[in-house]
C-alpha cells in the first residue's frame, strides 16, 4: 500500500488520508459495471478495468431515490440528510468505499461490510450517521456498499423473467450486495483485509438485506458472521412485514401494474425511461408504500426469512441482533390480522391450532377495551416478539445469537425517544456528526456500543474489552436455558428474562 | 454547501467534510513555491491556474530536521503517528480550510491558526487539528503553514545584502503566516467568511508566532482577535527567559554566517544550489544531540517585519487594541518547556537586573534556600509559563484592554504526562475522537465547553456565551488588575480569582521603568 495504492482486480486504485490520517479511505470503488441501458433490471456485471492509477477520491452517486434531505425541517432530513441534496444520484451507482487503517497490505484484518438502511428504496452508504472511520480504527476493514434502489433495485415483471430465464427475478438491489461481497471477498486482501472473516451488517432494510445474504442459496459461504439491526421479522397471521422478501406473484404483479398505469408498453420502453423520471413515477403511483423489495424468485431466495430459519436453512454463524423501544410502535402497525373486537377472538384463536384453547384461556378479554390492553403485550409487537422468536429458534438449532434492546435517552427539544435508527449514532461512533446535544454520557454509552460491534466482528463474539482497554459487562449468548438480552439503556446490562406464554403460543403457531 | 469557491488564483474544490456540513479544502496554495532561487526569499503571490483545482490532499510538510513520526517520541505517538507517510519539502507553503459556509454571503468569522514546534517542527494538519467541529459551530478554520527553522529563519549577511531596500531581510517564516493572513484577508469572503472578523490563534512556537503577527506593522487593520495557548512569552524586560525572544539582525546573521562555515558552506549560492535534504542533514550534523530543537534558528529583529522585541510592543502598547485570550496548560508550568527553575544563587544574580531596587526585590522574593528558589520557580513570580502570561494579563488590563486568562489544568487520561504542552489542543478543537487516549464521556464534556469558549471568542470577542448543546457556559470574566479572573479547566469549567503577588507587581514596574523612562 505504498503511497496509499493498492492493485485490485480491476486496476491500480489510490486512496486518500481519512480525516483521522490513522485511517485510508478509497470512496467511490466500482465493484460491478454500471447497470445502465441493456444492463438495467440484470444481474451485475463485471467491472471493467482501467488503465493507470485511478483516484479513489470521492463518494460514488447514490442509487436513484425519492430525492433525500429537501426539506430541511424534516426529521430525517436532520437526522441523516443535512447536505443529501448536493449529493449526485444516478443509475450509475455500485461504487463501494472502503475504510482500512492497514498499512502493508499484509495486516489481514477483519472485515465488515454494511448495507445502509432506506426501506429498500432510500438511502446512501455515506449516510452522517455512520463514521466508518472511528469504526476502522477499532481495527477492521469498513467497506460500505451502495446498491440499486425502488423499482431500479427491485423490478420484477413476467417480460424479464421471460428476458433472463433461469436468472434470478426483481432481486437486483440484493444481487449488487452479494456481487459486492463476493468483490470485498476477492480484493479486501490489497486493502488489509482477511477475505475469510467477513461480518455483514445492516440496519431496517439494511436488516432485511442481511437476512437476504444469510437465506440466499446464492450467498453461501461468502461472510462469517451477521449482524441485524432493528431487525429481524416475523410473519404471524397475516403480517404485512416490510423487510422480508414478497411472492413472486405479487412482485410481478407490482411490476405490471406499474407498467400498466404508468402507460409503459415494453421492457424497451421502460429501459429507455430515465431513471429518475421512472422513479417520479413510481412513487407518484405507489406513494410512500415499499412495492419493490426482494422477491422470493425461486433463485436468489426460494423462501422468506422465516421459513428458511424453520426449514433450517440458516447458516452457521453468530448473529447479533435486537431492536429500539423507540420503533416499537412504528412496527407494530404492520401486524395486520389481529382482531380488533373481542368477538372477533374466537374466530381468531383457530389460527392456534390445537393450542386454541390455551390462547382463549391467556386471552379472557371480554370487551374491546381488554382486547385493545391485551394486544399492547410484547407478544404482540413485531419488532420485539420477532427477535425473541428468532433467537429462540436460532438457540435451538445451537446457533450463537446475541439480543439486545436499546433505549439510551436521545437528547433533542423533539423529544425522539430511542427511535429507528437511533443506535446507529451509537454503534457506530458518531455522536460528534448529529445535530443532537448528546454529552459525555452518550459518549460513553456509544464507547461500550461500538467496541461490542467491533468485538462481535473481531471474533463473533460481543464480549470482551472496550477501545480502551477496560472489560465490558457480560453479554450472554441468548439460549433456552439462559434467556439473556443486553439493555442498552443508561449503560449497558444484561438482564434475564422469561419467555412469556403468549409468545411461546405464537411461537409454536408459526411453527 | 459552498463545496467549489473561487479565489485570486483561480477555482477550488474542498471535500465533503467527515460532518457533511462542513467542507473542507486541503492544500490551497497561498503563494509560490518557495523553491530555487526563492530560498530564503520573502513569500512570492502564488500563480494561478485553470479550470477547477481539486483540494483533496494536503500540501507537503514544511522542510524538517527529523521527518516527523520516524522516532518514537512521546509527540509521535500524540501528534505523528502517521506522518512517516507525508511528504516533506520545501513547496510547503498551503493552506487547509474548514468552511461551514452555505453561501459566500454567510460573512463568518475567521480563525486563523498557526502551529507551533519552536518553528522548527509541525505542520498543520497534525492529527489534533481537525477544525470541523471548530467549523461546525460556525466559523471558518483556516491552517496556516509556514516556513520552519533554517529555511523559515535563516538571516545571513549575503540575503541581507541581496534584499532589495524596503524588503525584510529574514523571518521568511513569519512572513509566509503574513501572507497567508492577507491571502485570506483577499479570499476568504468567497469561503463564506468575513474578512473583518479575522482571529489569529497559536499554540507554543504558534503562540509566539501570533505575538509576532500581532506587533508586526507588515499586518495592520487585518487581525480582529488573537489567542495565545502556551503562551504568551512577554517577558518583563528583566530575565532573558521568555521562549521565542527575538535576537537581533545582526546576532542572526553571524549565527547563519557561523552555520554557513560550520557545514562547509562557502557562500549563499552554494547555499541554495543545495539539496534541502541535504542542508538538512548537515544542519542535523551539527545539532546538539540533547537540543530538542537541535541548532534553531529563530525570529530576529530585522527592523521591518519585526521592528522590536514583543516585550517592548507590549509596555509600549504598539499593538493593535483587540480582545486577547491567553492561557497556559498547568503540567507544562513545571515540565521541561518550562525551563531548568531557579537556585538561590540564580536569585542572587537576577537581584543584581534590579539595580537600586536590589534589596527590596529580595525582601520580596524572601528566598532562604534552593527550595525556596526552586518553589519561586514554579509560581506565578517567575514560572516562564504562568509569569509571563499573567504578567502581561496585568499589563494589558491596566491599559483597559481585554484579556481572557485559563489555565488548563484537566486530567489527561493514557499515562502520567497530565496537562502537558498540547494536550489543550485536543479539547480546544474538540477532536478528542482523532486521540490514541482513552477520552471518556467527562472529556467529551469538556472540549464541548472549551471549544465553543474558543469560538465564541472568535466571534464576538468574549467567550462567554452558550457552550455546542445550546446550554449556558460558567462565566469567564476578564482579567482585570482589581480583579484577577482566571478560567481554570478542570473537570469542569471553574472560574477563580487569583491572590495578589506582589512580586510578579514588581517585576512589572521594573519593565515599566525600562521601556517607559518618561512615565
Keep these: 500500500m505504498r503511497n496509499r495504492t493498492v492493485t485490485i482486480e480491476s486496476g491500480e486504485l489510490q486512496g486518500i488520508f481519512g480525516w483521522d490520517p490513522r485511517i485510508l479511505v478509497f470512496k467511490g470503488v466500482p465493484y460491478a459495471a454500471p447497470p445502465v441501458g441493456d444492463l438495467r433490471w440484470r444481474e451485475p456485471q463485471p467491472v471493467k478495468s482501467w488503465e493507470g492509477v485511478r483516484k479513489a477520491d470521492q463518494y460514488g452517486p447514490m442509487a436513484v431515490q425519492p430525492q433525500p434531505g429537501e426539506n430541511p425541517e424534516d426529521f430525517w432530513t436532520r437526522e441523516l440528510h443535512p447536505t443529501a441534496t448536493e449529493f449526485e444520484m444516478s443509475e450509475d451507482c455500485l461504487y463501494l468505499n472502503i475504510f482500512t487503517p492497514a498499512r502493508t497490505g499484509e495486516e489481514k484484518l477483519p472485515v465488515f461490510c454494511y448495507f445502509h438502511g432506506g426501506g429498500y428504496k432510500g438511502g446512501y452508504p455515506y449516510e452522517v450517521e455512520f463514521d466508518w472511520e472511528h469504526m476502522a480504527r477499532k481495527g477492521m476493514v469498513c467497506v460500505a456498499v451502495t446498491y440499486r434502489l425502488g423499482l431500479m433495485g427491485f423490478l420484477a415483471h413476467p417480460d424479464l423473467a421471460a428476458e433472463q430465464p433461469g436468472s434470478p427475478v426483481g432481486n437486483y438491489g440484493v444481487l449488487d450486495q452479494l456481487c459486492a461481497l463476493k468483490w470485498v471477498k476477492r480484493n479486501i486482501a490489497a486493502f488489509g483485509g482477511n477475505p475469510d472473516q467477513i461480518t455483514i451488517a445492516g440496519q431496517s432494510a439494511g436488516s432485511g438485506s442481511v437476512q437476504c445474504q444469510l437465506t440466499s442459496p446464492m450467498a453461501k459461504g461468502v461472510f462469517e458472521g451477521a449482524i441485524i439491526e432493528s431487525g429481524m421479522t416475523i410473519p404471524f397471521c397475516d403480517v404485512e412485514d416490510p423487510l422480508s422478501p414478497i411472492p413472486l406473484e405479487k412482485a410481478l404483479h407490482n411490476g405490471v401494474e406499474l407498467f400498466k398505469k404508468a402507460g409503459i408498453e415494453s421492457l424497451e420502453e421502460a429501459r429507455k425511461i430515465p431513471a429518475k423520471e421512472l422513479t417520479s413515477v413510481s412513487e407518484k403511483i405507489f406513494g410512500r408504500f415499499i412495492r419493490f423489495q426482494p422477491v422470493v424468485d425461486g433463485i436468489f431466495l426460494k423462501e422468506t426469512f422465516f421459513e428458511a430459519m424453520k426449514h433450517g436453512n440458516w447458516p452457521d454463524v453468530p448473529i447479533m441482533t435486537g431492536y429500539n423501544v423507540g420503533e416499537l410502535e412504528m412496527f407494530r402497525h404492520y401486524v395486520t390480522g389481529l382482531p380488533t373486537a373481542a368477538s372477533e377472538l374466537p374466530e381468531f384463536a383457530e389460527k392456534y391450532g390445537a393450542d386454541k384453547e390455551k390462547f382463549l384461556s391467556l386471552c379472557t378479554a371480554k370487551t374491546d377495551e381488554e382486547l385493545h390492553e391485551f394486544l399492547q403485550g410484547d407478544a404482540w409487537n413485531n419488532m420485539k416478539v420477532s427477535a425473541r422468536i428468532g433467537g429462540e429458534i436460532l438457540a435451538e438449532m445451537g446457533r450463537k445469537v446475541y439480543l439486545y434492546q436499546f433505549d439510551a435517552d436521545i437528547p433533542g427539544e423533539d423529544h425522539p425517544g430511542s427511535f429507528h435508527g437511533a443506535e446507529l449514532w451509537f454503534a457506530y461512533d458518531s455522536l460528534a456528526r448529529s445535530w443532537r446535544p448528546f454529552t459525555g454520557k452518550h459518549y460513553d454509552l456509544a464507547r461500550q456500543i461500538s467496541s461490542y460491534w467491533a468485538n462481535f466482528i473481531r471474533t463473533g463474539d460481543p464480549n470482551g474489552n472496550d477501545s480502551f482497554g477496560e472489560p465490558l459487562p457480560a453479554w450472554s449468548a441468548y439460549s433456552a436455558d439462559s434467556r439473556r438480552i443486553m439493555y442498552f439503556e443508561e449503560g449497558s446490562v444484561e438482564k434475564e428474562v422469561v419467555l412469556e406464554p403468549a409468545m411461546e403460543l405464537r411461537w409454536k403457531a408459526s411453527m | 454547501m459552498l463545496r467549489k469557491v473561487q479565489t485570486e488564483n ?510
Design chain 2, 10 to 519: 483561480g477555482m477550488v474544490q474542498g471535500l465533503v467534510g467527515k460532518d457533511p456540513r462542513v467542507t473542507v479544502f486541503r492544500g490551497i496554495p497561498y503563494a509560490k513555491p518557495p523553491v530555487g532561487e526563492l530560498r530564503w526569499k520573502a513569500p512570492q503571490p502564488a500563480e494561478g491556474w485553470e479550470g477547477v483545482r481539486k483540494c483533496y490532499e494536503y500540501g507537503d510538510m514544511p522542510m524538517m530536521r527529523v521527518h516527523p513520526g520516524t522516532d518514537e517520541s512521546f509527540y509521535k505517538k500524540e501528534l505523528h503517528p502517521v506522518a512517516a507517510e507525508y511528504g516533506m519539502s520545501e513547496d510547503c507553503l498551503y493552506l487547509n480550510i474548514f468552511s461551514p459556509a452555505e453561501t459566500t454571503r454567510d460573512k463568518l468569522p475567521v480563525f486563523c491558526y498557526i502551529h507551533g514546534g519552536g518553528l522548527q517542527d509541525g505542520y498543520n494538519y497534525e492529527v489534533e487539528f481537525d477544525g470541523e467541529r471548530v467549523a461546525r459551530r460556525g466559523v471558518i478554520v483556516v491552517m496556516i503553514s509556514y516556513r520552519l527553522g533554517l529555511f523559515g529563519f535563516l538571516a545571513h549577511p549575503e540575503i541581507t545584502k541581496e534584499t532589495p531596500e524596503g524588503e525584510v531581510v529574514s523571518n521568511f517564516g513569519m512572513q509566509d503566516q503574513s501572507a497567508a493572513l492577507h491571502w485570506v484577508a483577499r479570499n476568504i469572503e468567497s469561503f463564506g467568511g468575513d474578512p473583518e472578523r479575522i482571529v489569529i490563534c497559536g499554540q507554543s512556537a504558534g503562540a509566539g508566532s501570533v505575538q509576532t503577527q500581532l506587533c508586526s506593522p507588515m499586518n495592520e487593520g487585518i487581525i480582529a482577535g488573537a489567542i495565545c495557548q502556551s503562551a504568551v512569552s512577554f517577558g518583563f524586560g528583566d530575565v532573558e527567559s521568555g521562549i521565542g525572544r527575538a535576537i537581533s539582525l545582526k546576532d542572526a546573521e553571524q549565527f547563519g554566517a557561523d552555520f554557513f562555515s560550520s557545514v562547509g558552506i562557502r557562500d549563499l549560492k552554494e547555499a541554495r544550489d543545495m539539496d534541502a535534504g541535504e542542508l538538512m542533514r548537515r544542519l542535523d550534523s551539527v545539532s546538539p544531540k540533547d537540543a530538542m530543537f537541535g541548532l534553531a534558528f529563530g525570529t530576529c529583529i530585522d527592523g521591518k517585519f519585526v521592528t522590536e522585541t514583543t516585550v517592548s510592543s507590549y509596555y509600549n502598547d504598539r499593538l493593535p487594541d483587540v480582545p486577547m485570550m491567553v492561557g497556559v496548560c498547568m503540567a507544562e508550568t513545571q515540565g521541561m518547556f518550562a525551563g531548568a527553575g531557579l537556585t538561590k544563587k540564580d536569585i542572587e544574580e537576577i537581584a543584581e537586573v534590579y539595580g537600586e531596587r536590589k534589596e527590596e526585590f529580595l525582601k520580596l522574593a524572601d528566598v532562604k534556600t534552593d527550595e525556596d528558589a526552586a518553589a519561586l520557580a514554579r509560581g506565578d513570580a517567575f514560572n516562564r509559563f504562568l509569569g509571563d502570561s499573567r504578567g502581561f494579563c496585568e499589563l494589558r488590563s491596566g491599559m483597559g484592554k481585554k484579556v481572557y486568562y485559563y489555565i488548563f489544568d484537566h486530567d489527561i487520561p493514557g499515562d502520567d504526562a497530565g496537562s502537558f504542552h498540547g494536550s489543550d489542543l485536543w479539547f480546544m478543537f474538540d477532536s478528542l475522537g482523532n486521540s490514541w487516549r482513552p477520552f471518556e464521556g467527562k472529556h467529551y464534556d469538556l472540549a464541548r465547553q472549551v471549544c465553543s469558549y474558543w469560538t465564541n471568542f472568535v466571534k464576538t470577542g468574549n467567550p462567554n456565551g452558550c457552550d455546542y448543546n445550546g446550554n449556558p457556559l460558567p462565566e469567564w470574566k476578564e482579567y482585570r488588575n482589581k480583579e484577577k479572573n482566571v478560567m481554570k479547566f478542570l473537570d469542569r469549567p471553574t472560574p477563580e480569582v487569583l491572590e495578589e503577588c506582589p512580586l510578579l507587581d514588581f517585576r512589572l514596574e521594573f519593565g515599566k521603568e525600562k521601556y517607559l523612562p518618561d512615565l
